[in-house]
């Protein structure tokens, strides 16, 4: 059996999460000098509710190597043999890391284990590292092996395109995530910056003027650039404005060829401490140049 974990910053929908049996290992916030596990203390709607009126800037620490140990442990005691551990991009947290040092202290106390773990560097963020974990999942239920799951993610990590616009530039100034003189100039020209992810971090590919061209921007962009053969779903994410998500969703069942599903999930608090209220993201599998590991023969 094989068991599939992650770190909460998947943002995966607790239906899902149930679904397919997938665990997480919780980020921590810090709001005020009190620390919240992601999910575990405090959820979205409890947390984007008092996000105008903190006096502080929240911040976020990445999971203990404990709390995967402990996901690790509990797998083995349910009969996993096999575990695949999907975290965010290395390049903007410490989360891969963590898991890959849970991984050494679990062999270290059980040296003649048998179990297989694989730590996946997913180069994704966010709902983008839950298109892997969500894959991940399908592909088990019908009857993919480790190996063929290991290299699935892999191989095609680096092709969940990444859309995310945000609607205050300040979270992610006072983040790192974007410089003084983007913040300036976005706010000057009132521009609504689009991200995207390039090489595991964060990279603006684009800016437009206004919401209407920012779901114009993310449907032009997905009619030519999804995976007809690997994108069997989309993700939208949102903050805090869920009819602008399911906007989008209806754009893209309208006026591209998509006919796959559309799953609409709401951005965690780890995220969202990033990227602010009214925040859109969108995510699915991009065009491959070459050859990859589902082309063999």
């Known amino acids: 059996m094989i068991k599939i974990m992650a770190d909460s910053t998947c943002d995966l929908s607790n239906v899902v999460l149930e679904l397919y049996d997938i665990s997480l290992a919780p980020l921590t916030i810090n709001i005020g000098g009190e620390i919240y596990r992601d999910r575990v203390d405090i959820g979205p709607d409890e947390f984007y509710g008092m996000m105008e009126d903190l006096p502080e800037f929240p911040t976020t620490g990445m999971p203990s190597p404990a709390e995967y ?21 290395s390049g903007t947290s410490g989360a891969y890391q963590s898991a890959e040092i849970a991984k050494g202290y679990f062999y270290e106390e059980d040296r003649d284990s048998t179990v297989n773990i ?13 298109m ?13 092996t480790f190996d063929e799951i290991v290299g699935f993610n892999e191989t095609y990590k680096e092709k969940v395109k990444h859309f995310l616009s945000v609607n205050d530039l300040d979270h992610l100034l006072k983040s790192g995530r974007l410089t003084n003189a983007s913040a300036f100039i976005g706010k000057l020209l009132m521009l609504k910056p689009i991200m995207s992810m ?21 449907v032009t962009e997905f009619s030519s650039r999804y995976d007809r053969e ?45 990227v602010g209220l009214g925040a859109i993201s969108m995510y699915f599998f991009e065009k491959r140049e070459k050859k990859g590991f589902f082309d063999r023969e």
Do not use: P
């Not at 694989?118 to 839950?130: K, Y």
């Not at 974990?133 to 009857?143: D, I, L, P, T, Y």
């Not at 069942?253 to 999930?265: L, P, R, V």
């Open 69 to 89: 140990v402990a996901i690790m442990q509990q797998a083995v005691k349910d009969g996993y043999k096999e575990i695949i551990c999907i975290c965010m991009s």
């Open 230 to 274: 690997m994108t069997e779903f989309v993700i939208i994410g949102y903050t805090s404005e869920i009819k602008i998500a399911e906007n989008l969703k209806s754009k893209i069942q309208s006026e591209t060829d998509y006919t796959g599903d559309i799953y609409i999930m709401q951005m965690g608090v780890s995220v969202g401490t990033h």
């Open 118 to 130: 694989h730590v996946v560097d997913s180069t994704c963020m966010s709902h983008g590292s839950g």
């Open 198 to 218: 390039k090489k595991g971090k964060g990279a603006i590919v684009g800016k437009e003027r206004g919401q209407k061209k920012v779901l114009k921007h993310y």
């Open 132 to 144: 892997l974990v969500m894959q991940s999942a399908r592909m088990r239920e019908r009857g993919a």
